[in-house]
């Protein structure tokens, strides 16, 4: 199984990116996927998750209204849209495919991919 992150970069703080997650060997539609975050000197936390079939997405308080979690089945790809990024924001981003919500021991993570946001 892999999990492979792309999109991270530097921003501004105010603006937006645009993760992506593709996944291979597994069945991407059964598995709710999500993502988290690991700040430097801080332990990994959650930030969004979406169901198999997109029924249901869950955010922290910290995503809610600024990040918006998706996926496509059919490219075996989860996004996570993240706008009026802060510079608290800046961290690792993993996604993770998990059996379902909430995923608190997902069965697979990504390697990451960094995201910074500067002032």
């Known amino acids: 199984v892999q999990l492979v992150e792309s999109g991270g970069g530097l921003v501004q703080a105010g603006g937006s990116l645009s993760l992506s997650c593709a996944a291979s060997g597994l069945t991407f539609s059964i598995w709710t996927m999500g993502w988290f975050r690991q700040a430097p000197g801080k332990e990994r936390e959650f930030v969004g998750a979406?169901?198999?079939?997109?029924?249901?997405?869950y955010y922290s308080d910290s995503a809610k209204g600024r990040f918006t979690i998706s996926r496509d089945n059919a490219k075996n790809t989860v996004y996570l849209q993240m706008n009026s990024l802060k510079p608290e924001d800046t961290a690792i981003y993993y996604c993770a495919a998990g059996p379902r919500y909430p995923m608190t021991t997902p069965n697979y993570w990504g390697q990451g991919t960094q995201v910074t946001v500067s002032l």
């Open positions: 979406i169901t198999r079939r997109s029924s249901n997405t």
